[in-house]
């Protein structure tokens, strides 16, 4: 007969396509109040995508190569056990659960919502190994997983929205085994070349109730410099041909995309 503390685990498993739902309790922080004032649940990518099917078609066209970018580009092999961080639809977390070499995908964010509802369609889209995937709530200020447990700990899009980033990146290095790696992606940085779009931009966000941070490249390295989390910064560039070279051109001058590589106890100085 198994134990009584087997069925109370039992019980609090949700399973939807085979992908499992853990409803953690008490994972808010103090933080958490200021973090939901300046996102709305729902509206995480209202600035990013024009309607629900723009969204998908980036998640199924899109998004998906940035993961073989990084293997073949920058040597970045995920493996072992992993965490996502503000995972939302958790597009990532099903890439990288279908990479051999993962064994176990822990998917998180603030709203429970996101992860019960919009997940599992990413998923079925995607066609996720969902059998290694767990879902569960937790505030990314205050990670309740003990430390040196991940093998990497990624994010697309998460860091900017955070209230205060260098605790996010204190709570990630903790998490990590040594030699671990945190893998941020697609974080909105501001490039040098100041434009009349930024401004519009801007205007457009705070009309729609969208709260966004923006910060610079230096920023990002301040932050990951008062973590205590040596930085690598690649540049992304998922084109193909002429425009490939023009972007590379381009890429922190008129447009910025890079991908934040963090090492615990990794690397001594910042690149």
């Given amino acids: 007969m198994p134990s009584r503390v087997r069925l109370n685990r039992l019980k609090?498993?949700?399973?939807?396509?085979?992908?499992?739902?853990?409803?953690?309790?008490?994972?808010?922080?103090?933080?958490?109040?200021?973090?939901?004032?300046k996102l709305r649940e729902g509206r995480a990518r209202a600035h990013e995508f024009a309607d629900e099917k723009d969204w998908l078609r980036s998640v199924k066209e899109e998004l998906p190569k940035i993961?073989?970018?990084?293997?073949?580009?920058?040597?970045?092999?995920?493996?072992?056990?992993i965490l996502e961080i503000g995972a939302g639809g958790a597009w990532l977390s099903?890439?990288?659960?279908?990479?051999?070499?993962?064994?176990?995908?822990?998917?998180?964010?603030?709203?429970?919502?996101?992860l019960k509802e919009e997940a599992p369609k990413v998923f079925t889209l995607l066609?996720?190994?969902?059998?290694k995937i767990?879902?569960?709530?937790a505030d990314f200020h205050s990670l309740h997983f003990r430390d040196n447990y991940f093998d990497f700990v990624v994010s697309s899009a998460v860091l900017h929205h955070a209230a205060n980033i260098v605790q996010v990146l204190r709570e990630t290095k903790r998490v990590l085994k040594p030699g671990g790696r945190f893998v941020a992606l697609r974080e909105p940085v501001w490039p040098f070349m100041k434009l009349k779009s930024r401004s519009r931009m801007l205007?457009?966000?705070?009309?729609t109730g969208v709260n966004e941070r923006f910060y610079t490249l230096s920023d990002y390295k301040?932050?990951?410099?008062?973590?205590?989390?040596?930085?690598?910064?690649?540049?992304v560039n998922l084109s193909e041909g002429f425009k490939y070279y023009l972007n590379e051109?381009?890429?922190?001058?008129?447009?910025a995309r890079y991908a934040f590589l963090g090492i615990k106890g990794g690397l001594r100085r910042q690149t």
């Fill in 12 to 37: 609090q498993l949700v399973v939807t396509g085979e992908s499992k739902y853990i409803d953690k309790k008490g994972y808010v922080s103090r933080y958490a109040e200021e973090r939901t004032l």
């Fill in 203 to 207: 205007e457009k966000l705070v009309a």
């Fill in 67 to 81: 993961i073989p970018f990084l293997q073949e580009k920058w040597g970045v092999e995920f493996r072992g056990r």
């Fill in 222 to 235: 301040e932050f990951f410099l008062q973590a205590g989390l040596p930085l690598e910064v690649k540049r």
């Fill in 249 to 255: 051109m381009v890429n922190g001058f008129t447009h």
């Fill in 94 to 114: 099903a890439e990288i659960s279908k990479l051999p070499r993962v064994v176990e995908v822990i998917t998180t964010d603030h709203f429970p919502k996101l």
């Fill in 134 to 137: 767990t879902r569960m709530p």
């Fill in 127 to 131: 066609k996720a190994k969902t059998e």
